[in-house]
């Protein structure tokens, strides 16, 4: 019987569902583990010999276990400490102070004042109301496109920042990083350390970017209300352009089938732990018999209980998704679209080469061009770039 002793980092233990999330917070490492699991890593981590702890577990549990597997597994998730390696120590977390008073009765106290009085504001003066032509603040297409453009960056920052906030609060490590979904560079916050404190403290985090887009909605609209009396200014038509672009990063949270910050609300309500996967897997294998539709290749032996049983319904709220984004096109992104191409074609067909018209709405189609045509062929070029040549000896 062996008498080794193992050496684990600090790790945090939190009850769900299926099991436990078992994980280490410094290094991000987190596994789910059932509660047989659960209690030999218990007895590992307390000190308890590993032949030991074999035989405790089974004349507690009745049936052998494969201890070398087992142990195995707990060192590639960095649960198990080296030879001489100190144990972990807990990351700095900054920002805690701020984060408590961005959350405080006070705070909430003053966002539902914004965004009651933004909502007053709308009702009594529907020149404030969100509609596609307030986009066009300027008659420039071309200064609309840039001036929008270097808004959406602060305004996503906004966004991450208070998806930080709210976890640090809690004194989780928390941090931005950027990322890229199809071709754009975008700030992403890494909120894996909520799975270190129980389900109901990680709500706030995942819908404090979407607190923060209301918020900045709300004080958009109250700018370009100030300056009412005597028609929109500048400053105001630049903010209610700014606020329907908010208005529209507010409703892309819906599309849960692109795993959106509500769609990690809802997982968390419901205890899954993959259900995109397994619910796409699902649907894969009910409509394989479309021509189009291949057979899903997910190892089923790895979907958890919880997330096979909810599979079909968040298949039907998958559609819900779909249903959601043909809304918005249809409401909010379509009459956007008309109307910049009734202005190109109306300054193209009605006004003169010579005119300034004419050519600020030739540079707005070119930057249009650049942004749907050349940047995906560029971010295509450097992908193929990007990936290995495939090995001589494996290549078939």
């Not at 004349?59 to 195995?72: C, I, L, N, R």
């Not at 003066?125 to 969100?130: G, N």
């Not at 352009?241 to 309500?269: C, E, I, K, N, P």
């Not at 070029?381 to 990936?387: N, V």
């Amino acid at each position: 019987m062996s008498t080794t002793r193992l050496e684990f980092h600090p790790l945090t233990y939190v009850t769900e569902r299926d099991g436990v999330t078992v994980g280490r917070i410094d290094a991000a490492s987190f596994a789910v583990l059932p509660e047989d699991g659960v209690a030999l890593l218990r007895r590992l981590a307390d000190g308890m010999p590993v032949g030991e702890a074999e035989q405790w577990y089974r004349s507690t549990f009745g049936e052998p276990v494969d201890m070398a597997d087992f142990v195995d597994t707990l060192r590639e998730l960095g649960f198990i400490r080296a030879d001489g390696e100190p144990p972990a120590r807990a990351p700095e977390v900054r920002f805690r102070r701020l984060g408590r008073a961005a959350f405080s009765p006070l705070a909430w106290a003053a966002y539902a004042l914004i965004v009651i009085a933004a909502a007053a504001a709308m009702v009594s003066r529907p020149e404030l109301r969100p509609h596609a032509r307030n986009v066009f603040f300027v008659p420039s297409l071309l200064a609309v496109q840039l001036g929008l453009a270097l808004c959406q960056s602060p305004g996503i920052l906004w966004h991450e920042w208070y998806h930080l906030l709210a976890a640090r609060r809690l004194g989780l490590p928390t941090k931005m990083r950027v990322g890229r979904r199809l071709y754009y560079a975008v700030v992403e916050t890494e909120l894996d350390a909520l799975l270190t404190v129980p389900a109901r403290q990680r709500y706030l985090p995942m819908l404090a970017g979407l607190l923060a887009d209301a918020v900045l909605f709300g004080a958009l609209v109250l700018v370009a209300w100030v300056g009412l009396s005597d028609g929109l200014s500048w400053p105001g038509r630049l903010a209610l352009a700014v606020a329907y672009t908010v208005l529209l990063r507010m409703s892309w949270q819906f599309y849960v089938f692109l795993r959106t910050d509500l769609y990690y609300v809802a997982t968390t309500a419901l205890g899954c732990t993959n259900l995109h996967e397994v619910s796409r897997a699902w649907l894969r294998d009910r409509f394989a018999w479309l021509p189009w539709v291949r057979p899903s290749e997910e190892p089923q032996d790895d979907w958890s209980p919880r997330d096979r049983q909810l599979a079909p319904w968040f298949a039907l709220i998958t559609c819900g998704g779909v249903v959601a984004l043909l809304v918005t096109v249809t409401l909010w992104t379509a009459p956007l679209v008309l109307e910049f191409a009734s202005r190109v074609v109306s300054a193209l067909v009605n006004g003169s080469p010579t005119g300034p018209g004419f050519w600020d709405s030739i540079g707005s189609l070119l930057l249009v061009a650049f942004e749907i045509v050349l940047l995906p062929l560029l971010a295509g070029r450097t992908r193929r770039r990007a990936t290995p040549a495939p090995d001589p000896a494996t290549a078939g």
